[in-house]
């Protein structure tokens, strides 16, 4: 499972970098999907805002995966998508929405797994003389903080496949059989993978599992309808999405089987022990 932590954060920096190129072609910022807040639909310069938010994502995940000034950029990115997406892009909406809407406002919650995950990525890139970066917080918090943020997520997307189970089943390729049953049984894996990341005894083995599922939709599901649909948008958000998704849980189960993890910089080597981890 310790082989997961490089891979896992490579896999999460080339999602927010795709996410980032993405926005010179959407000309908008569409992480995290926010819809147009009100105020701004007629903002001048929404173009050059996609392109300077695509330039600084794009930058952030090539810090990430070069580990140059890694920990910030992913402290800065989680940070600013959590701004720019969930408070000033979907809160204005859920507002007025009731408690029902709230709840299933699906796309505003990815918001806070780009956040969490961001944090667990951060936390993973400890190393001596870190600035430090958000207050006192301790690499335990981050990843506590990161749990939370993904364990939220799985349980109300899970939950949301019984909820829309007409709708879920068209997302599915057609070469893809049993529709309805591999909508219910993805629904019953994410809240099973999500209240298995909030105990230490089954932590390690949601997250690689919910990490697998999520890549194996990367591959069999995304990937084919945004191919089929190269314009649309929405489904290479799918492919972006589910990529990252996929990246934070390998990199957060590399990181719950990890007794002693070395990091290595050119002024310090590094040892973080299991205190790091979410008792």
Known sequence: M?????????????GIIALGILQFFAKDFVVARPPLPQWAANIPGKIIWAYIS??????????????????????????????????????????????????????AYKSFVFFGGALIVAASLSRKNDLPLLGT?????????????LSFFLIVCGAAHFKFHQFVPMLIPDYIPE????????????????????????RRVAAALSGLMIFLWFVLLHLPRAFATPN????????????????????????????????????????????????
């Open 232 to 279: 649309v948008y929405d489904e290479w958000m799918g492919v972006c999405e589910s990529l990252t998704f996929s990246g934070i849980l390998f990199l957060l189960a590399g990181l719950d089987s990890n007794k002693k993890v070395f990091h290595k910089n050119d002024n310090a080597v590094v040892m973080t022990t299991n205190s790091m981890l979410v008792e």
């Open 179 to 202: 529709h309805v049953f591999w909508t219910y049984f993805a629904g019953v894996a994410l809240m099973a993978g999500g209240v298995g990341l909030i105990f230490k005894q089954t």
């Open 137 to 149: 917080l301790s690499n335990q918090r981050l990843i506590t903080i990161g749990i939370v943020c």
């Open 54 to 107: 695509g330039l600084i994502l794009i930058f952030a995940g090539l810090a990430i995966a070069l580990r140059i000034k890694a920990k910030g950029a992913a402290l800065f990115v989680g940070i600013f998508i959590l701004i720019f997406s969930f408070f000033l892009g979907h809160l204005p909406d859920m507002i007025g929405l009731d408690l029902e809407g709230i709840l299933w406002s699906i796309n």
């Open 2 to 14: 310790l082989k997961l932590v490089t891979p896992g954060r490579t896999i999460f920096a080339l």
